[in-house]
């Protein structure tokens, strides 16, 4: 029987066919699935021929990855080489390293002696660059700036995993130079905020170090 009722018609079909939601409407949520059931299937093959190819190269998608062999689960970073005139950039680089992995908690960070990985680095270059400048012409602010060369060496088989040199930190390090009302620098205020822009940056190649070793990237 034919429903002469317009009012339940538009009731059935607003039911058959409920309304896009507005997000939908813009065309951007629907961009990458346009290809439908195939593209989906699509990707998840390939999804899941890398799952399958990882595991028989030695390296696991879950829990440690990237250059961390089967069955390493701790590592040693020895003290960074101070190859720099900068007293102590070695001192806050390990630090930095040391805190990243602790913090990562995938790997233990123990002792040289118990570890089945050692990462070992030498700080290269302390760089600092004038920014800006007073109206007399003094330095107003300096960025900072490490480089560092590392190797990760399987201490179960002597063997080097990975070296890279040149690994420098690349977000904004900067420190201002301060001065007092005469127009003298203020040693004291300008000491810590270059302190503090050393440690930005040391955290900063350490955050590429944890994620080379443990992402591969």
Not at 16 to 37: L, Y
Not at 41 to 46: P, R
Not at 74 to 99: C, K, L, M, Q, W
Not at 166 to 192: C, E, H, M, W
Request: charged letters at 20%; a positive charge.
């Amino acid at each position: 029987m034919r429903n002469k009722n317009p009012k339940n018609s538009s009731i059935l079909m607003s039911e058959t066919n409920p309304p896009v939601p507005p997000f939908e409407k813009g065309g951007r949520r629907g961009d990458w699935t346009k290809g439908g059931a195939g593209g989906f299937s699509g990707l998840f093959a390939i999804f899941l021929v890398l799952f399958l190819l990882l595991p028989s190269c030695g390296y696991r998608l879950g829990g440690t990855g990237g250059l961390v062999p089967e069955g390493a689960h701790s590592i040693a970073v020895p003290v960074f080489i101070n190859g720099t005139h900068e007293p102590y950039v070695d001192t806050e680089v390990t630090r930095a390293v040391v805190n990243e992995f602790l913090a990562d908690g995938r790997l233990r960070v123990v002792s040289l002696e118990s570890a089945d990985l050692a990462l070992r680095g030498k700080v290269t270059k302390y760089e600092v660059t004038p920014l800006s400048y007073t109206v007399n012409s003094y330095v107003q602010q300096y960025r900072a700036k490490l480089t560092v060369d590392v190797s990760l060496e399987d201490l179960r088989s002597k063997k080097i995993l990975w070296q890279e040199k040149g690994i420098a930190s690349v977000f904004i390090s900067d420190y201002p130079v301060t001065y007092d009302a005469l127009g003298q620098t203020d040693i004291r205020l300008t000491k810590i905020a270059k302190e503090a822009a050393i440690q930005k940056a040391g955290q900063d190649v350490a955050l590429t170090l944890r994620s080379r070793v443990l992402e591969g990237f």
